[in-house]
């Protein structure tokens, strides 16, 4: 029986199973075929079918999700945009080269360019359409993007495109920008208020306040308010401003739900702030959903010795929530760096590596990053295996364990 699966790592393995037959079973514990010769054999079996219970049905399985690599070298600064559920842009080399394994040196980039890559037909092409494109925006079918003017280096334009149809028209503000709906406005947006840390949800969903308006006590860790419009009162949030940063929040198209995570552990008994940085040992790390009508839900994912040491991130996906962690165990050892996916309970390492730039396909199945494997000291061997891939958690890969 051949199984083919992906390790943790996203690389093939083919491996040719036997049968598994009673037989074969009584071999590994040491019975051969002579009958009542090894009675202690018997009980050990015996021992372990009732202590193992899914050895008597059938071998453990173990899921793990297909892992796609374009090959092509990508820098850690690279934006990586979905343009729908399976097709990713990106800045990218075809190589990427060093003299010597010397950090200190810069590169030399062979093949450097935007590029867009077919996840479903594992194909790579150019879009001239969108070469120079800065601060790529898609929700649906509406996209934006910034392009600076060709005789003018201080002037730029945004450039729509709804459905097929492009519109360019000069950038006005770059702060009036909605980076959910990728709206730019040409007039002051109701959300733009002075002295305030505001965030515009989608259009009608009104916008979210970090500023209590009470500045009296500003030290004060108030909750987060939202707003229907500039003329409602605000509704205040179960989450502290101080527990979450406002460029973390992220939209979740497939759940139409926006997806919070704390950067700051705030006790729930005691109200005591932890700063941020390592999170208590011990403790669960509460996940927020606001719904567009302003319900907040909350879970919680258990905590993992990993939270204790290196930057880490939560993204929200259809399957549950992925985590990436930057705890390595020192230069080209990756350690604890990875990618996890919470779901039910529990926590899975789904692949081992420093990833960076993580993003959302819009149907939540997929996950787009750049990939370190640091597994060895920066340089040639190292430099070209850090490349854009996917993981699908949407498509589990069975294998027996």
């Not at 202590?51 to 059938?58: D, E, K, N, R, V």
């Not at 996209?143 to 492009?166: A, H, N």
């Not at 208020?193 to 259009?203: A, G």
């Amino acid at each position: 029986m051949l199984q083919v699966f992906l390790d943790a790592t996203g690389v093939n393995k083919s491996i040719v199973m036997p049968p598994i037959t009673w037989l074969s079973i009584l071999r590994v514990v040491g019975i051969h075929e002579e009958p009542m010769t090894h009675k202690f054999s018997l009980m050990l079996l015996l021992g372990l079918l009732i202590g193992s219970p899914h050895l008597a049905g059938c071998a453990e399985i173990k899921a793990s999700y297909p892992v796609q690599d374009t090959g092509l070298h990508a820098e850690r600064s690279s934006e990586l945009v979905w343009l729908d559920n399976h097709r990713l842009r990106f800045h990218g080399n075809r190589a990427a080269e060093l003299e010597a394994d010397d950090v200190h040196k810069v590169p030399r980039f062979i093949g450097a360019g935007y590029y867009i890559w077919d996840t479903d037909a594992n194909q790579i092409v150019t879009d001239p359409s969108l070469e120079g494109a800065m601060r790529l925006c898609v929700q649906g079918d509406y996209m934006t993007f910034l392009r600076k003017s060709p005789t003018d280096e201080k002037k730029w334009f945004v450039v729509t495109r709804d459905k097929g149809q492009e519109t360019v028209t000069p950038l006005f503000n770059a702060e009036w920008f909605n980076r959910f709906s990728c709206r730019y406005y040409e007039q002051k947006p109701e959300w733009a208020i002075s002295d305030h840390e505001t965030l515009p949800l989608m259009d009608g969903h009104g916008f979210l306040d970090w500023t209590s308006g009470e500045e009296q006590q500003p030290r004060q860790n108030r909750p987060i308010s939202l707003y229907r419009s500039s003329n409602t009162e605000g509704v205040k949030l179960p989450i502290r401003m101080r527990q979450v940063w406002r460029n973390l929040v992220k939209y979740a198209p497939f759940r139409n739900a926006y997806f919070f995570h704390p950067i700051a552990y705030i006790d729930p008994q005691t109200g005591q702030e932890h700063g941020v940085g390592p999170w208590p040992k011990g403790k669960p790390v509460p996940m927020w959903w606001l719904a567009p009508d302003g319900k907040v839900t909350t879970e919680e994912i258990p905590y993992m010795s990993f939270m204790r040491g290196g930057s880490r991130g939560f993204s929200p996906t259809r399957e549950g929530i992925f985590i990436y962690s930057h705890k390595t165990d020192g230069l080209g050892k990756p350690g604890d760096a990875g990618g996890y996916l919470a779901q039910n309970g529990s926590i899975t390492k789904v692949i081992t590596g420093y990833l960076e730039n993580i993003t959302l396909s819009p149907d939540g199945c997929q996950v787009g990053f750049i990939y370190d494997p640091y597994d060895t000291v920066y340089g040639k061997d190292r430099l070209n295996r850090i490349t854009v891939k996917t993981i699908n958690l949407c498509q589990e890969v069975h294998h027996a364990r």
